[in-house]
């Protein structure tokens, strides 16, 4: 019988933690740095697909993934010994991006990855569970997936679910992403202990779409957000901001990964319509790995005119981006579909105001601190943008809410509130 007092033995899936790092790969890099810490976390594995990662590999990877330097990790397809070993590399977060567009359009590339990856994490596993066996420990380990699909385990599993937009937006999905998450993630609910949601939203999705009859089974673990977004003196902010001709308050910031869900071409759309004499002091700032289905995207940007102007960083190292945050007059998110909506709150810690949609997840994260406006109609976020950045006093009062608004979400918190799902797991194991 499990024992509530007793440290949890956990295994936490690390695949996410490949380059270039995006929210999943964040979430999971946080509750790391947390249960690293954290008593009531034992013994503690981290798995990809070359086996496990012990905690003095994982403290490593935490410390990079803090400094904002997983991006630009050297990133061999077949191996991650160089990541294992701390070695530096020359590969940034766009190259990778790239290279790994190019694979996902190379036929059943992505099933034999998806193959040897299971292959090796089962393996790994077993061995475990062997060797777990031999040593008579007194509690059990409990997997948890931070990226929604768990290798078999016949152990307590945890698996957390951030969006469902591969089902409610598959046009904005590479079609083998989509396969592969129709074939496994409704097995992967099936045979999961507990289930975690990153926000409301998503638990009502999950039930709503009738992927989970059991609402017990499923809890909601609000993301945190990391101290280092901050409000940034003039002087930390010079740098950041010379090497892109910016200033401080004179420029729109989008923060994305450039594909369709991200909703790039309405706010481009909205931008182009605003007067010249606004854009020509706020040019927009396009910051994000390269994704996929976006030649439109370019295309549009590129037949942009004076005095409207669009900068694109490509993806940025986490100083980087923080700088570019605190920053920007306006943060503009104006995704169709989010499971939470990371950079909402990373903005608003940043002291910087923020428009985003009104729809899905973002008007639950954001609440009232945030400019909230209908995400099709590009006329309210051009009014939005407008609005921001011409009131100061409607600027200022959204800036000062927005830092409150932060303080909420920690990964303190998260890290606590996910533990006693696994203590919850562990129990409906048993039973």
């Not at 768990?150 to 046009?171: F, K, M, Q, Y």
């Not at 499923?218 to 930390?236: K, L, M, Y």
């Not at 997840?361 to 011409?390: H, M, N, Q, W, Y």
Request: glycine fraction near 8%.
């Amino acid at each position: 019988m499990t024992d509530d007092n007793n440290p949890l033995n956990l295994i936490l899936a690390t695949d996410s933690l490949y380059p270039p790092l995006t929210g999943i790969g964040y979430y999971t890099a946080h509750l790391l740095d947390e249960f690293l810490r954290h008593p009531g976390i034992g013994q503690l594995r981290g798995l990809d697909d070359h086996g496990f990662s012990e905690r003095e590999q994982l403290t490593q990877l935490v410390k990079l993934a803090k400094q904002g330097q997983l991006g630009w990790l050297p990133h061999d397809l077949d191996s991650l010994e160089e990541k294992r070993n701390g070695q530096n590399g020359t590969l940034n977060g766009d190259v990778v991006s790239a290279l790994k567009k190019v694979l996902r359009h190379v036929p059943g590339m992505s099933a034999l990855s998806a193959y040897r990856r299971d292959r090796r994490q089962r393996a790994a596993l077993e061995q475990n569970k062997s060797t777990s066996a031999q040593r008579n420990l007194s509690q059990p380990w409990l997997l948890h997936a931070p990226n929604y699909v768990p290798p078999a385990h016949d152990g307590p599993t945890v698996i957390t679910i951030h969006d469902l937009s591969h089902l409610r937006h598959p046009e904005t999905h590479p079609k083998e992403r989509i396969d592969w998450l129709n074939h496994h993630l409704p097995r992967a609910i099936a045979q999961a202990s507990a289930i975690i949601s990153v926000s409301e939203f998503t638990r009502r999705e999950l039930l709503d779409l009738a992927l989970v009859d059991d609402p017990d089974k499923i809890s909601v673990c609000h993301n945190g957000c990391d101290p280092s977004f901050r409000v940034h003196t003039d002087a930390e902010l010079s740098g950041e901001l010379d090497k892109w001709g910016l200033r401080r308050g004179g420029y729109i910031l989008s923060v994305a990964t450039l594909e369709p869900r991200k909703n790039m071409e309405r706010l481009l759309d909205a931008y182009e319509a605003l007067p010249e004499a606004v854009a020509r002091n706020y040019p927009l700032v396009l910051t994000g790995a390269d994704g996929w289905k976006n030649d439109s995207l370019r295309q549009h940007i590129a037949r942009l005119s004076l005095p409207h102007r669009v900068i694109t960083t490509g993806y940025l190292e986490r100083p980087q981006l923080q700088s570019l945050l605190a920053g920007a007059g306006v943060f503009a998110y104006l995704s169709i579909y989010e499971g939470f909506g990371l950079p909402v709150i990373e903005a608003m810690a940043s002291g910087t105001p923020v428009l985003t949609s009104n729809t899905t997840s973002l008007k639950e994260v954001a609440g009232d601190c945030g400019f909230t406006v209908d995400p099709l109609d590009v006329d309210a976020i051009r009014g939005g943008l407008f609005a921001l950045l011409e009131d100061k006093t409607l600027a200022a009062a959204y800036r000062e809410k927005g830092l409150t608004r932060s303080t909420q979400f920690s990964w303190a918190r998260c890290a606590g509130e996910t533990l006693e799902v696994y203590r919850r797991a562990m129990r409906r194991h048993e039973n």
